[in-house]
């Protein structure tokens, strides 16, 4: 009897793990083994902008199987393969006859035409499964913030990547009863639908985009330059409208036999790499002194060409100084040696908190996979020389997209914004399944103090030297950048990143747009000669896109002839600049002029930018 009730226990212990514990598993073994099935891929939903122009889409295709053991007539079954697809006969009916298989692929991406045509044939023995190719709608454009998808159709790098669980839905089958030969045992289909993926609502608006694309391509090819870059963005919300990048590449035509290469290509330069930002910093430096009250619009500065600082003499941009100058004339003229002495007077500690509060020390936080955050000196190893350096620009790296998004915050009132790049996530019927709404952290600064930035910085943009980012008419404010670049630790000759960051309007800002070029060849590298003209033209275009009209006094310029300068000393060339209203940059230190833009004999006025080349000292 114990024996009888052991044996009793093991078979019924056996019974409970089959049953129950592996029940599940044991079933779905049991269905893989009496069934064959037929793969339906998930239509990949579509990627649109802002006002429902598609961006990224998918096409249906089919694959052809055939059951060799369902094909009664197996040369009727081959003749109609043959004659639809345009294929061999032999080669089909090989496939059609072929033994030991439960199915067999004949042929992939069918059309659904092809696919109608051969189930009205009345062959035997086919099956289709459907399959989605990915496409995008304008090819190059907004390459690097797409991204793509693999061969399996998962997104695999840009937005394709990041919203790729929303997008990819959940495939499907199709189930046949079937012996163990392949045999249909019954004309049951057991169908298993795919879900369809949500569709991607941007904040991109395609028409922004166009125009922003249009012009880092025409950037690129006119400065032979190693990329351009531009951001458009709500400088209210942070909703991103456009974001170019060149050089670009097909997404439909992607070359995938070095991975390393492109991913490489897939970066996108304003939100996963870092550059010193040069004067364009020096906005939230006078965001910073305003805000914490060391310097007024009434304090006066002398730059006599550099400035030392712990025993080091740093020159300003303008080698033969500015002279005595007003604090607004100073960020106008830019002047590297105003911005040392606030600097100074900000202090290292303080100049970190507002760091920190301006989200310089950590990621904008945008939806975008590799984001990088910024290269910054430990404050605790910060010099007094350090600090000056920073105060202009220098001795700091951040990503483009963090400076889009700490001068936001000095000319929108002080609101710090998250920038975004999805709008909604919806269904194929429309409805929002995620809605994003914008975010901002408390003010930054005040309300009355970003009045005063937007004041400095209009007059850099109709008086100084962004003169060419400005449309006649309209209200913009902005800085240009010119910021040399660094390898192995030191100053890498000829190599620059020339930007302009732009907003309108001064009253009440809602676009901010900002332009870099990174390495322009040739001797224009300043960003008020390579980035501000293309920021204007940007700006032009919005407006005339968006029916924005006017609302300044169009000013009357005086038109002249430009004057030969080679050979004059560096003092008598910039009083003949002065005598025309005439900006200019200065390049080099020596005596006198050895080369000028534009030439002598062109037609200039008072918008015009100057470029004077000095010979060496």
Known sequence: MMLITFIF?????????????????????????????????????????????????????????????????????????????????????????????????????????????????????????????????????????????????????????????????????????????????????????????????????????????????????????????????????????????????????????????????????????VYEPGSTFKILTTAIALSLGVVSEKDRFYCAGGRIVDGKRIRCWKSIGHGSQSFAEGVQNSCNCVFMELAERIGVDRMYEYFEAFGLTHKTGIDYIGETSSIMLKKESVKTVDAARIGFGQAIAITPMQLIVATAAAVNGGNLVTPYLMREIRDKEGRTVIRNYPSSTKSVISESTSSTVRSLLKNVVSLGSGKLAGVVGYSIGGKTGTAQKYENGKIASGKYVSSFI???????????????????????????????????????????????????????????????????????????????????????????????????GAIVNERSITLITLSEE
């Open 9 to 273: 226990f093991i078979v019924g212990g056996k019974l409970i793990y089959l049953q129950i514990i592996k029940g599940r598993s044991l079933q779905a073994k049991a269905l893989d083994q009496w069934t064959r099935d037929v793969p339906l891929t998930a239509i990949r939903g579509d990627i649109l902008d802002c006002n429902g122009v598609l961006l990224a889409g998918s096409n249906t295709t089919y694959t052809l199987y055939v059951r060799p053991n369902a094909a009664t007539d197996k040369e009727v079954t081959a003749r109609s393969i043959s004659e639809v697809l345009d294929m061999q006969y032999d080669e089909v009916y090989e496939k059609v006859t072929k033994r030991g298989v439960s199915e067999v692929t004949i042929a992939k991406k069918v059309s659904k035409e092809q696919m109608t045509d051969l189930i009205a044939s009345g062959a035997e023995g086919l099956y289709f499964g459907r399959d989605v190719e990915r496409y995008y709608k304008y090819g190059n454009y907004l390459s690097q913030l797409l991204g793509f998808v693999n061969a399996d159709g998962d997104g695999q790098a840009g937005l394709e990547g990041y919203y790729n669980e929303y997008l990819k839905g959940q495939d499907g089958k199709e189930l046949t009863e079937t012996d163990l030969v392949g045999r249909e045992l019954s004309g049951d289909l057991t169908y298993l639908p795919a879900t369809e993926g949500l569709d991607l609502c941007l904040t991109i608006d395609s028409s922004i985009q166009f125009i922003a694309e249009n012009a880092v391509n025409s950037a690129l090819s006119e400065y032979n330059a190693k990329s351009a870059n531009c951001v458009v963005m709500n400088a209210k919300s942070g909703a991103i409208l456009a974001m170019a990048q060149a050089p670009s590449f097909d997404l439909n035509h992607i070359d995938r036999s070095d991975v390393g290469a492109l991913f490489d290509k897939m970066k996108l330069n304003a939100i996963t790499s």
């Open 502 to 600: 732009g907003f309108s309007t001064v009253e009440d800002p809602e676009y901010i747009v900002y332009f870099m070029v990174d390495e322009p060849q040739g001797y224009r590298y300043y960003g008020s000669l390579v980035a501000a003209p293309y920021v204007g033209k940007i700006f032009a275009e919005i407006f005339e896109y968006r029916e924005i009209r006017p609302t300044e006094e169009i000013v009357k310029y005086t038109y002249s002839e430009m004057p030969d300068l080679i050979g004059m000393t560096a003092g008598n060339a910039i009083k003949a600049l002065n005598a025309l209203g005439l900006d200019y940059e200065i390049s080099g230190s020596g005596g006198s002029v050895i080369a000028q833009y534009p030439e002598a």
